[in-house]
Nanobody
Protein backbone atom coordinates (compact mmCIF):
# COMPACT_ATOMS: atom_id res chain seq x y z
CA UNK A 1 0.00 0.00 0.00
CA UNK A 2 1.26 3.47 -0.89
CA UNK A 3 -0.17 6.48 0.91
CA UNK A 4 -0.22 10.07 -0.34
CA UNK A 5 -1.21 12.79 2.12
CA UNK A 6 -2.32 16.24 0.99
CA UNK A 7 -4.33 19.24 2.09
CA UNK A 8 -1.94 20.91 4.47
CA UNK A 9 -1.26 24.61 4.45
CA UNK A 10 -1.18 27.83 6.41
CA UNK A 11 -4.31 28.81 8.33
CA UNK A 12 -5.15 31.25 11.09
CA UNK A 13 -6.05 30.08 14.55
CA UNK A 14 -9.71 29.18 14.68
CA UNK A 15 -9.75 28.14 11.05
CA UNK A 16 -10.21 24.76 9.41
CA UNK A 17 -8.34 22.42 7.12
CA UNK A 18 -9.20 19.07 5.63
CA UNK A 19 -6.39 16.61 5.09
CA UNK A 20 -6.70 13.77 2.63
CA UNK A 21 -4.77 10.56 2.31
CA UNK A 22 -5.17 8.60 -0.89
CA UNK A 23 -4.04 5.00 -0.97
CA UNK A 24 -3.16 2.56 -3.67
CA UNK A 25 -3.80 -1.14 -3.36
CA UNK A 26 -6.83 -3.38 -3.41
CA UNK A 27 -6.61 -4.24 0.29
CA UNK A 28 -7.10 -0.67 1.53
CA UNK A 29 -10.50 -1.58 2.91
CA UNK A 30 -8.97 -4.15 5.26
CA UNK A 31 -6.64 -1.72 7.02
CA UNK A 32 -7.09 0.47 10.03
CA UNK A 33 -5.88 3.98 9.29
CA UNK A 34 -4.33 6.58 11.49
CA UNK A 35 -3.17 10.15 11.47
CA UNK A 36 -0.08 11.14 13.39
CA UNK A 37 1.75 14.43 13.65
CA UNK A 38 5.20 15.63 14.50
CA UNK A 39 6.11 19.16 15.51
CA UNK A 40 9.68 20.45 15.35
CA UNK A 41 11.74 19.10 18.23
CA UNK A 42 8.98 16.80 19.40
CA UNK A 43 8.20 13.14 19.03
CA UNK A 44 5.59 11.86 16.64
CA UNK A 45 2.23 11.73 18.36
CA UNK A 46 -1.09 10.14 17.46
CA UNK A 47 -4.00 12.27 16.37
CA UNK A 48 -6.81 9.94 15.31
CA UNK A 49 -7.45 6.43 14.05
CA UNK A 50 -10.29 4.64 12.33
CA UNK A 51 -11.10 0.96 11.96
CA UNK A 52 -11.27 -0.86 8.65
CA UNK A 53 -14.98 -0.25 8.15
CA UNK A 54 -15.19 3.13 9.81
CA UNK A 55 -17.19 1.69 12.66
CA UNK A 56 -14.80 2.85 15.33
CA UNK A 57 -12.78 6.03 15.61
CA UNK A 58 -10.41 7.13 18.31
CA UNK A 59 -9.00 10.59 19.02
CA UNK A 60 -6.19 12.00 21.05
CA UNK A 61 -7.45 14.10 23.94
CA UNK A 62 -5.85 17.19 22.44
CA UNK A 63 -8.07 17.06 19.34
CA UNK A 64 -11.32 15.58 20.63
CA UNK A 65 -14.30 17.65 19.60
CA UNK A 66 -12.28 19.54 16.99
CA UNK A 67 -11.02 16.88 14.56
CA UNK A 68 -12.96 14.20 12.72
CA UNK A 69 -11.50 11.20 10.92
CA UNK A 70 -13.48 9.49 8.18
CA UNK A 71 -12.88 7.14 5.28
CA UNK A 72 -14.38 5.94 2.05
CA UNK A 73 -13.11 2.51 1.07
CA UNK A 74 -14.60 2.81 -2.40
CA UNK A 75 -12.38 5.85 -2.97
CA UNK A 76 -9.36 4.45 -1.09
CA UNK A 77 -9.25 7.67 0.90
CA UNK A 78 -9.16 8.75 4.51
CA UNK A 79 -9.74 12.32 5.64
CA UNK A 80 -8.99 14.36 8.71
CA UNK A 81 -11.29 17.34 9.14
CA UNK A 82 -9.63 19.82 11.47
CA UNK A 83 -11.70 22.64 12.96
CA UNK A 84 -10.96 25.30 15.54
CA UNK A 85 -7.28 24.97 14.82
CA UNK A 86 -4.77 26.17 17.37
CA UNK A 87 -1.15 27.19 17.08
CA UNK A 88 -0.19 23.99 18.90
CA UNK A 89 -1.67 21.96 16.05
CA UNK A 90 1.22 23.10 13.86
CA UNK A 91 3.09 19.99 12.70
CA UNK A 92 3.75 17.67 9.82
CA UNK A 93 0.79 15.31 9.59
CA UNK A 94 1.25 11.72 8.47
CA UNK A 95 -1.27 9.10 7.52
CA UNK A 96 -0.54 5.46 8.21
CA UNK A 97 -2.11 2.07 7.57
CA UNK A 98 -2.26 -0.94 9.88
CA UNK A 99 -2.85 -4.33 8.29
CA UNK A 100 -4.73 -5.37 11.41
CA UNK A 101 -7.93 -3.51 10.68
CA UNK A 102 -9.52 -3.56 14.10
CA UNK A 103 -8.51 -0.75 16.43
CA UNK A 104 -7.06 -2.08 19.63
CA UNK A 105 -7.15 0.05 22.73
CA UNK A 106 -3.44 -0.48 23.29
CA UNK A 107 -2.34 -0.46 19.67
CA UNK A 108 -4.37 2.15 17.80
CA UNK A 109 -2.07 4.97 18.85
CA UNK A 110 1.19 3.03 18.73
CA UNK A 111 3.09 4.06 15.57
CA UNK A 112 5.05 0.79 15.66
CA UNK A 113 1.81 -1.04 14.90
CA UNK A 114 1.44 0.68 11.54
CA UNK A 115 2.86 -0.95 8.45
CA UNK A 116 2.70 1.80 5.84
CA UNK A 117 3.27 5.55 6.04
CA UNK A 118 2.63 8.48 3.79
CA UNK A 119 5.12 11.26 3.22
CA UNK A 120 3.51 13.89 5.44
CA UNK A 121 1.85 17.23 4.83
CA UNK A 122 2.69 20.44 6.67
CA UNK A 123 0.03 22.21 8.69
CA UNK A 124 0.90 25.63 10.06
CA UNK A 125 -1.51 27.52 12.29
CA UNK A 126 -0.74 31.17 12.91
CA UNK A 127 -1.85 32.74 16.16
Amino acid sequence: VQLQASGGGLVRAGGSLRLSCAASGRTFGNYALGWFRQAPGKEREPVAAISWNGGRALYADSVKGRFTISRDNAKNTVWLQMNSLKAEDTAVYYCAADKYGVLGASTAFNPDEYDYWGQGTQVTVSS
